[in-house]
């Protein structure tokens, strides 16, 4: 039982990175956009 709540930690943890890595891509390349346009 711990075990699987340490797994669901890790997968959450991990999933709030990638969504941070996303949205801050996003944010990126909208300003890059901006700039060129």
Do not use: A
Request: aromatic share 24%; proline share 0%; hydrophobic share 55%.
């Amino acid at each position: 039982m711990i075990l699987l709540n340490l797994l669901d930690f890790k997968n959450r943890i991990i999933m709030i990175i990638y969504i941070n890595m996303y949205k801050y891509t996003y944010l990126y390349i909208y300003y890059i956009d901006i700039l060129f346009i």
